[in-house]
């Protein structure tokens, strides 16, 4: 079963720049949007960003102007990005990439198992 896999995460100062990677373990078709979703302890998962198929990108609010999400349609490696700079301590979460797939009327999600990121001094 094709999952998708995150890399990237880790330890970062407040004021520096992380940058967060997921590809797929095997091919997945028709992929309309990816996205990026962050968990923190007792929070609910909440969404970061999002890139359509045509690059179109919506952020949440909390990281608009710091995050930027960027996908790349390689022909056989597609993977979404995220570029987080200057984060606070309020970004520490465990950070999830999610893609959507469509066929006619059928949608499928596919949820990576998340990526640890820490801010701290």
């Known amino acids: 079963q094709v999952r998708l896999v995150e890399s990237g995460g880790g330890s970062v100062q407040p004021g520096g720049s992380l940058r967060l990677d997921c590809a797929a373990s095997g091919k997945i078709n028709n992929i309309y949007n990816m996205a990026w979703y962050r968990q923190s302890p007792g929070n609910q998962r909440e969404l970061v960003a999002d890139?359509?198929?045509?690059?179109?990108?919506?952020?949440a609010d909390a990281v608009r102007g710091r995050f930027t999400i960027t996908r790349d349609n390689a022909k056989n490696a597609v993977t979404v990005s995220l570029q987080m700079n200057s984060p606070p301590p309020g970004d520490t979460a465990g950070y999830y990439c999610?893609?959507?797939?469509?066929?006619?009327?059928?949608?499928?999600?596919?949820w990576g198992q998340g990526t640890q990121v820490t801010v701290s001094s």
């Open positions: 890139i359509t198929r045509g690059g179109s990108a919506k952020y």
């Open positions: 999610k893609w959507l797939t469509r066929v006619l009327e059928e949608e499928l999600g596919y």
